[in-house]
């Protein structure tokens, strides 16, 4: 098969066209609709044949288009603007130079980041470039166009997949089907990244058992921002490490820390040449988009320790290289976090293996599951990326918190809430998603011409829906001739419905097959019918997904209401826009909480499409009954019956449709307006819309995560990090030693008279510090509500307590401070030790706390009930 060497011949445009390779070269055509549509002029037959890809238009389009293009003054006069207007968007300043202003910034200075690498096992640019699966890419992607809209010094980090993810079809039978096409860098917007002198930059690791691994680099320039991919289909890497990068999420699990090494390791030394090459500043901070990328914090360890870095030990350099990591985590379901045999990563690390400078014992102890009810022999990716981290947080506010409770015993002694994971809502990139017919601003337009808006992108996903259904059955293998009633799919008068993701259990893909005759109902309803279009596909080794597929795709073959439900195959970007764009009602019922954020609803909410989901992810953070409807989550008293949740949420779905949804849809006045939908359209439109924008996601990682941590990393210079690594190890040792001893109130509430609300009284705690320090610690009064097990109800407050004696003959320490009772109530009141720093981002950072023992009286009490 590999016999033939393939060529791909750039084409020679005339030379008044040239602009038109630097505007194909440059992906920012794929969200810029000016760009496209230039393009598109080129030859309009042929930009839809090659799926909207400049790069395959020009080297498709005939010689004599090309030379009448030449000539066509209209032509060249858009091709100058479109170029001009390139080259501004690169070189002018843009919000973030703005924001990078204070009193301390010098050139040097910033307040802000030089440069931000961002790492991620799949990139969603466009479907012209086929990196990735699924949310985790796309929201990459997202975060890549967002960076150079705002001006935001981002590096991306990916690997170059061969074969990217997959193709789906369908068979006869509607079992889903794989194609992996090869796909030749040559022939897309990729350049290889070369030395000076021209030879390719090319990255290597080295293996046990003498084996090499090798990669070139391929940039993509995503508008300002350098795309780095890391390809390991090199000749003279053996069979096997070629075919590292054969494809996304494919292969076993050396196949896979294969992948890993070589995106975080191999991804830190394809950053390092880039930025020397085009002497770009380096990196400040590191962003691990999910714990795919984790190793890159090893590979920084190893820059450090090494003879070339600033000769740190293991922790010291650990300690810097936490300071500039963040770490985002994508979601609670296992099978979505990496985990691997240890032996496997051990072998990877031993000392014949690539970080010579790090002990096998420092990497396993970073990715071990030492918490109760850990596994012992498994190396967790997402523990790792954790403790590489300084900073961490989920994706939307519930994720925050099911994230915090769900490695919460990472910091035994803490509650969940303590858990030093933040969340920063997902967002998505306006200019990809909205349809370029609809407006920036709806506010003047009339309710009619918004529904005909409305109105005219239905009908346009209507003729999309016919189209992809008769190449789908065509594909299936029936006759063109069969096929007539494909043209009578589909109703551009009918409300529509989208549901479109990948096909993981948890997101349900047939909830709405449970009960058929309702279903049926539904779509036939002879006054009120809706249409559903459906798509997705289910990762090739899972045929669990694959058989919900078939189940789907059999329902839709059934002649009674093939008009009105449509599975379409291979959903990728280009089908997405058409979707969200041309739906009414976006569907979304995953089994609440383990949708982290979900972003196709915004993606359909930016396009006047209203939300019908589950409560979960980013939807329970802004859903108003003014955008759509929150279907009803049976995840209390039915959580682990999944069963009995299907039935019952399945239930209260088809309620909502028949007695809310279809009802205001079809409710019109004289002239045919559904007055009370559009409302709701232009609700979404003006104040959904502007809250679920990358541009405010990225703007809270530049302020929250990525400015701080560069500070934190640029303070760390390499003194500060030895002395903050001495402090973590002598509190480490010393910590046993730490313990309150006894605690005691004084003041009018302990006369024994019912305290009032408002009165204070001083508490005070003995404290043994093993030897440390009261600058060492903060020793805490705990205090709040007490609920019926003498916790401590909700949000306890917390308030330090002050060093007044000490250390007595016995090492013991008294502290003392106010405690106001501020809550009627039972309320209790307790007191803890945490180590202090000011380096350290929370309390619970090195998971270490001392509390009273369990037994004693003096273990805080109940003060009032
Ligand atoms: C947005 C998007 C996704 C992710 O959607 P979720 O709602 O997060 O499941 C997946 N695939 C494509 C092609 C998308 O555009």
Redesign the pocket.
């Known amino acids: 098969m590999k016999a033939i060497r393939r060529f791909s011949v750039r084409p020679v445009l005339p030379a008044p066209l040239r602009p038109l390779s630097e505007l194909a070269g440059n992906l920012r055509w794929s969200w810029h609709p000016e760009t496209r549509e230039l393009f598109r002029a080129v030859d309009p037959e042929r930009w839809r044949a090659c799926g909207g890809d400049p790069v395959r238009l020009l080297s498709t389009v005939p010689r004599e288009r090309l030379d009448r293009l030449a000539d066509d003054r209209g032509f060249l006069r858009r091709l100058t603007v479109a170029a001009g207007d390139l080259r501004d968007y690169l070189s002018e300043p843009r919000w973030y130079q703005r924001a990078d202003t204070g009193p301390d910034c010098g050139p040097d200075a910033g307040l802000l980041p030089a440069a931000v690498a961002y790492f991620s096992p799949e990139f969603?640019i466009t479907g012209a470039l086929p990196q990735y699966s699924?949310?985790l890419g796309?929201l990459a992607g997202d975060h890549l166009k967002t960076a150079s809209d705002l001006g935001v010094p981002l590096i991306g980090v990916g690997l170059l997949y061969r074969h990217g993810y997959f193709r789906q079809t369908l068979g006869p039978d509607g079992w889903q089907q794989e194609h992996y096409p090869v796909f030749d860098p040559n022939e897309q917007p990729l350049h290889r990244l070369r030395e000076p002198d021209g030879a390719p930059v090319r990255i290597e690791l080295r293996l046990p058992a003498g084996r090499l691994l090798r990669a070139y680099v391929w940039r993509a320039c995503v508008g300002r921002v350098p795309l780095l991919l890391l390809d390991s289909d090199v000749e003279d890497n053996a069979r096997r490490e070629r075919d590292v990068t054969d494809r996304l999420y494919g292969g076993g699990s050396e196949h896979r820390l294969l992948q890993e090494m070589l995106l975080g390791i191999g991804g830190v030394r394809a950053v390092r040449a880039y930025c020397r090459i085009g002497a770009h500043p380096q990196p400040e901070v590191f962003h691990t988009n999910e714990g795919h990328a984790g190793f890159l914090g090893l590979e920084r360890v190893r820059e450090l320790c090494g003879p070339s870095g600033s000769g740190l030990g293991f922790d010291a350099a650990l300690e810097t290289v936490r300071a500039g990591t963040v770490f985002t985590t994508h979601t609670p379901v296992p099978a979505g976090i990496d985990r691997f045999d240890r032996e496997l990563v051990a072998r990877h690390f031993g000392d014949d293996g690539e970080l010579p400078g790090v002990a096998v014992e420092e990497v396993l102890r970073l990715g071990a599951e030492s918490h109760p009810g850990g596994e012992p022999d498994l190396f967790n990716m997402a523990v790792m990326g954790l403790r590489l981290a300084q900073r961490a947080n989920g994706v939307s506010t519930l994720h925050g918190a099911v994230s915090r409770e769900m490695f919460a015993p990472l910091w035994p002694g803490f509650d969940a809430a303590e858990v030093p994971i933040g969340s920063v809502t997902n967002g998505v990139h306006a200019p990809t998603w909205t349809a370029p017919s609809l407006p920036d601003d709806v506010r003047g337009m009339k309710d009619t011409e918004l529904w005909d808006l409305r109105r005219g992108l239905r009908e346009r996903l209507v003729q999309e829906v016919r189209a992809r259904l008769f190449a789908s059955w065509r594909q299936r293998g029936a006759a063109g001739a069969e096929l007539g009633w494909v043209d009578e799919v589909f109703d551009p008068a009918v409300l529509t419905i989208g549901f479109a993701?990948?096909v993981p259990a948890y997101?349900r893909l047939t909830l709405m097959l449970r009960d058929r005759d309702r279903l049926f109902d539904l779509l036939l309803h002879p006054t009120r019918p809706v249409q559903i279009v459906v798509a997705g596909k289910a990762h090739p080794a899972d045929d669990g997904g694959k058989r919900l597929v078939r189940e789907l795709v059999r329902f839709s073959d059934d002649p009674r209401i093939r008009h009105r439900l449509v599975f379409l195959p291979d959903?990728?970007?280009e089908m997405?826009r058409r979707l969200y764009a041309g739906c009414d009602v976006w569907l979304?019922n995953p089994l609440r909480p383990l949708e982290a954020?979900?972003?196709?609803?915004m993606?359909a909410a930016l396009n006047g499409c209203l939300n019908l989901s589950v409560l979960d992810g980013w939807w329970e953070e802004w859903y108003e009954p003014d955008f759509g409807w929150a279907v009803p989550s049976a995840d209390g008293a039915a959580a682990d019956d999944t069963d009995r949740r299907d039935t019952i949420e399945a239930a209260a779905l088809y309620d909502l449709i028949e007695d809310q949804v279809a009802p205001c849809f079809y409710d019109r006045d004289g002239s045919g307006v559904p007055v009370r939908w559009v409302g709701m359209v232009r609700q979404t439109l003006t104040r959904l819309g502007p809250r679920v924008l990358a541009d405010r996601m990225l703007r809270e990682y530049v302020e929250r995560l990525y400015a701080p941590a560069a500070r934190a990393q640029r303070a760390l210079v390499p003194d500060a990090a030895r002395e903050l690594a001495a402090w973590k190890a002598r509190v480490r040792a010393a910590w046993p030693g730490v313990a309150v001893d006894h605690v005691e109130t004084a003041g009018a509430a302990c006369s024994g008279e019912e305290p009032e609300v408002g009165s204070s009284l001083t508490l005070r705690a003995r404290v043994g510090l093993g030897g440390l320090t009261p600058e060492d610690v903060e020793v805490q009064a705990v205090a709040g509500s007490v609920d019926e097990s003498d916790g401590i109800a909700g949000e306890p407050r917390r308030s330090p307590l002050r060093p007044v004696e000490g250390p007595g003959p016995d090492g013991r320490w008294l502290f003392e401070g106010p405690l106001v009772l501020d809550r009627t109530g039972a309320f209790g009141y307790t007191v803890r030790v945490l180590p202090a720093h000011p380096r350290l981002t929370s309390g619970a950072e090195l998971g270490l706390v001392a509390v009273p023992p369990q037994d004693g009286d003096q273990e805080g009490g109940v003060l009032m009930r």
């Not at 954020?597 to 609803?601: D, V, Y």
């Open positions: 969603g699924g949310g796309i993701r990948r997101k959903y990728g970007m997405a979304n954020c979900g972003t196709s609803g993606k």
